[in-house]
């Protein structure tokens, strides 16, 4: 987790409301992830970003948006959050190769 | 709370034995692999990684096989610690074209050492 945060780290919340996690990086990489984990799925990867206002769609962004505006900062957000996105987020960034490293996560609960 | 463990498979081990957990990757064209660690509650650890050249790598008590015609990745554990309890996965880059560097993982092994 080194040069990884993340916050919160646990947040409980009401269908209907915004959510913004954040994940803040040390090691000036311009690469960061966001995923989802779910029991009985892998790691399922939600936006990622490859450069400073630059961002794509993973596989299950639905929901889900992100910014990022400074090299170290990458936000996501729930517009409305659902019971369905209930869940641990992982952030993880990586320099250029294919090696990711993963933050320590955040435990989100929809109500 | 919840735990990432649930519905995966399981090995159970006595702790000084070898491990061996196994993954099965799904596209012919991924030039590389990673093994990671995750502890309850924690996120994912980097443990070792492979390129397709290569059909073995040795870390510190870790040892990655990859086989290329069958699609298989394997991680050895030598003498398993109580300390090495936790989920173990594989990741694969499968989608590599440009500059994407976006990594396919797998569900997971749960191991558990018994003292």
């Known amino acids: 987790d080194a040069g990884i945060t993340q916050s919160p780290r646990h947040k409980v919340t009401e269908t209907g409301t915004p959510v913004t996690l954040r994940c803040h990086q040390t090691?000036?990489?311009?690469?960061m992830y966001w995923y989802r984990q779910d029991p009985g799925h892998g790691l399922r990867l939600i936006h990622y970003?490859?450069?400073?206002?630059?961002?794509d769609k993973g596989e299950v962004s639905d929901g889900y948006s992100v910014s990022r505006s400074k090299t170290e900062d990458f936000l996501l957000t729930l517009e409305s959050a659902t019971s369905s996105q209930t869940s641990v987020y992982f952030c993880?960034?990586?320099?250029?190769?294919?090696?990711?490293?993963f933050g320590p996560g955040t435990r989100l609960t929809v109500l | 709370g919840e735990s990432v463990g649930l519905h995966l498979p399981t090995l159970s081990v006595q702790e000084g034995d070898n491990s061996i957990i196994n993954c099965a990757y799904s596209?012919?064209?991924?030039?590389?692999f990673i093994w990671y660690k995750q502890e309850s509650g924690k996120g994912p650890q980097f443990i070792i990684d492979i390129r397709s050249n290569m059909d073995k790598r040795q870390g510190q008590r870790v040892t990655v096989l990859l086989n290329k015609t069958v699609k298989h990745l394997s991680l050895q554990i030598a003498a398993t610690q109580p300390g090495d309890s936790a989920v173990y996965f594989c990741a694969e880059n499968s989608d590599s074209g440009g500059s994407n560097y976006k990594l396919t993982f797998g569900k997971g092994t749960l191991l558990t050492v018994n003292p």
């Open positions: 596209n012919s064209a991924s030039d590389y």
């Open positions: 970003s490859y450069g400073v206002k630059d961002t």
């Open positions: 993880a960034i990586s320099g250029g190769s294919d090696t990711q490293y």
């Open positions: 090691e000036n990489h311009r690469y």
